[in-house]
């Protein structure tokens, strides 16, 4: 599955990039038909519940999945974005 992984109002490093990575290879297991996958990652204003901000988007032929989260840390919003994704697939795949 192909991830395109953006940031807005700020630049990515090395490390969270691999972090986000190295989730969507493992989140590609429960999705066999996906084709790709956009990632954005963004800095919001509201510091009390966190100001990052995690949404994917899994295209799927025939549907697309998205999940948002906002946590006090990127990798957080990412693992509260990608476990609502497991549940979206799962909802899915019983169908």
């Known amino acids: 599955m192909k991830v395109n992984i953006q940031s807005v109002k700020f630049d990515a490093d090395k490390r969270?990039?691999?972090?986000?990575?190295?989730?969507?290879?493992?989140l590609d297991r429960f999705a066999e038909r996906a084709t790709g996958a956009d990632v954005i990652l963004k800095l919001d204003k509201?510091?009390?519940?966190?100001?990052?901000?995690?949404t994917i988007t899994i295209h799927i032929p025939g549907d697309d999945l998205v999940a948002e989260a906002q946590a006090k840390s990127f990798e957080?919003?990412?693992d509260n974005a990608i476990d609502a994704l497991k549940r979206q697939i799962e909802k899915a795949k019983a169908k």
């Open 16 to 26: 969270l990039i691999e972090f986000v990575e190295n989730k969507m290879d493992k």
């Open 76 to 78: 957080e919003a990412i």
């Open 46 to 54: 509201d510091h009390e519940k966190g100001n990052k901000v995690a």
